[in-house]
């Protein structure tokens, strides 16, 4: 297999027409078959939020403030870390989206509300979200139903009330919520043969054709979502792909439909991103070639939008509510969560939203179909209250909250749905935490624990 897929590479490179490696100079082939013949780098990003100790020292992700190298690859479902959101694993070259939108979002004034267009898995949506100033909003969106959810599960495990998740095609985007977003990036579906080493069966569907396909999605999704960036708002465009018909053509198609002007990100030339100009327009983008630096192949490039209409700060909101009566949780809420909340009761569940985010959901709530907005609290029971798992995953839920601290063993027994610690003479509701961070809920009552981990976040493989 690996010989085969060797094999294949190197036909690529000597294609005449339609060559990925295009805008590499030959000299530099024997370099590129030389990194597709190593392993690829493993990486993650720590949430600031959810602080610990890292147990050693790892390398870091020159332009990641919150990225590191691993020296070896663990096997993360096992580490009760990775499920209480302490980190992401992202591959790091595209971990250059948090450099750019720090450039970018330097030259906004006031809030701004943030749209990853394309955003499943997540990657890049908690790199965006961990950026975030708290009156900003990022809406994550993801058109396939299964992904969207994945994508909620990783947005939950990130925490914050200020990121929502929508499940809308691109179109529907462009035409619901026109002039809404002052950044809006589109981390397109491509071929993805800047992650051949990582994924090699991208390989096996890599072809002339398929590039075509995906420069003409690419296209399409670009220009049905164009409406929902306010004029002033940057785009921000990138791929995993090396072709030039996705990346450098596609910014020379953008800068000619649209009236747009490209942006330059500066960094420092030790990083060894390679610069590359669109032929018609001079568009400038920038490429992760693994030959160069510590990555994977990716591509990225920015433009100001001159055209549109500046986001409102008056905007009026969407069809009013039938009824007008606010709702009013029972207090026993207020033992979970400080501060001020706006609330609302949504198919039985409690939701709290930083009052100055309440008027956009008000504003969308009709338009799009929302998966995650604000913070989920739960549901009332008479006079009790069930905390919902994403509260509990919670950077807003209080610290003084009584919990129960887990070892290794016994987090990796909750997280399989499994009762634990039922001798310690609990009674009532105590978040599992390991090494300070919380994993869920259990309610704890004489000789026993009710585990209220959702089923479907539960752990399935063996825990040896």
Sequence with gaps: ?????????????????HNPFAGIDSSEYPAVMA??????????????????????AYERVPWCRYGYYLPERPVFTLDPLFHAGAYYVQEAS????????DCIRAACTGPVKVLDLCAAP???????????????ILVSNEVIQGRAGILVENMVRWGQANTWVLQNDPEMIGKSLENTFDIMLIDAPCTGSGLWRKDQAAIDEWSVQHVKLCAERQKRIIADSYAALTKDGYLVYATCS???????????????HFDVTPVSIPFPPEWNIVKSYSSAHQAEGYHFYPWKLKGEGFFIAVFKKNDGTASPTDRKPGKKRTSKKPFVPAPAWEQYIDGSW??????????AFPPHHYDFFEQIRDKVYIRKAGLKLGQE???????SHELALSIHLRKDLPAVALT???????????PVATDRGLKGWHTATYRGLPLGWGKWMPGRMNNYLPKHWRIRMDIG
């Design 1 to 17: 297999m690996e010989q085969t897929y060797i094999d294949t590479i190197a036909a690529i490179l000597q294609l005449q027409e």
């Design 35 to 56: 990194a597709h013949r190593e392993a690829y780098p493993v990486s993650i990003r720590l949430n600031p939020y959810k602080t610990f100790q890292p147990e050693q």
């Design 94 to 101: 595209s971990m250059f989206v948090g450099h750019v939108y």
């Design 122 to 136: 997540g990657g890049k949506s908690t790199l965006l979200a961990s950026l975030l100033e708290d009156d900003d």
């Design 242 to 256: 090396y072709s030039p018909e996705e990346d450098e053509a596609l910014c020379d198609w953008i800068t000619e």
């Design 342 to 351: 706006h609330y609302e009761l949504i198919r039985e569940e409690i939701y």
């Design 381 to 387: 029971t008479g006079r009790d209250v069930i905390p």
């Design 408 to 418: 290794r063993e016994e987090a990796l027994l909750f997280l399989k749905k499994e």
